[in-house]
């Protein structure tokens, strides 16, 4: 069995619609007020990705940390709600400017791939208020391409 057979069967991982593999590890009994309703004051998963199986481009209505845990580097590819662009390398070499935890801001659009030779990358996921699938959209390629010119390219190879 492969490491990454080993990893979807050891935390009962299933396939996300952003692509990748995911678990809900934690959700807060607390509910806090939002303006999309009552949320849970916050959520953790973990998140699988396995190389050419990329995070397509999303977004949600919270902040979202970001926790490297084995495996390859990951950048997150960030554009901000007025344009700008951030790559967040996620990884165990901090020499080399990884870092272990990192947060993307709310209504940011994002993707994420792995870097490196072991094919995979497990990482988690923090997300305050607490994560809603009603709170996510995954982005229409043209749509964002027309929105965000400079980006054209990366948004064409991140998304579905």
Not at 13 to 28: F, N, V
Not at 48 to 69: C, M, P, Q, V
Not at 103 to 119: L, R
Not at 124 to 139: H, I, N, R, S
Request: charge should be negative.
């Amino acid at each position: 069995m492969s490491q990454i057979q080993k990893l979807i069967q050891q935390y009962a991982l299933a396939p996300h619609p952003e692509g990748g593999y995911y678990a809900e590890t934690y959700r807060s009994a607390t509910m806090v007020p939002t303006a999309a309703g009552m949320r849970p004051a916050s959520t953790a998963i973990y998140f699988l990705l396995t190389k050419g199986n990329f995070s397509a481009f999303h977004r949600i209505k919270s902040d979202e940390g970001w926790h490297h845990y084995t495996g390859d580097k990951v950048q997150v590819h960030v554009i901000h709600p007025n344009g700008n662009y951030e790559c967040i390398c996620l990884g165990k070499n901090i020499e080399q400017g990884e870092q272990v935890q990192a947060m993307v801001q709310a209504g940011s659009w994002f993707a994420s791939e792995t870097i490196g030779p072991t094919g995979f990358a497990l990482v988690g996921c923090t997300v305050a208020p607490g994560f809603d699938f009603a709170d996510f959209e995954l982005a229409n390629r043209a749509e964002l391409q027309q929105e965000f010119l400079l980006h054209a390219d990366l948004i064409a190879r991140l998304t579905r």
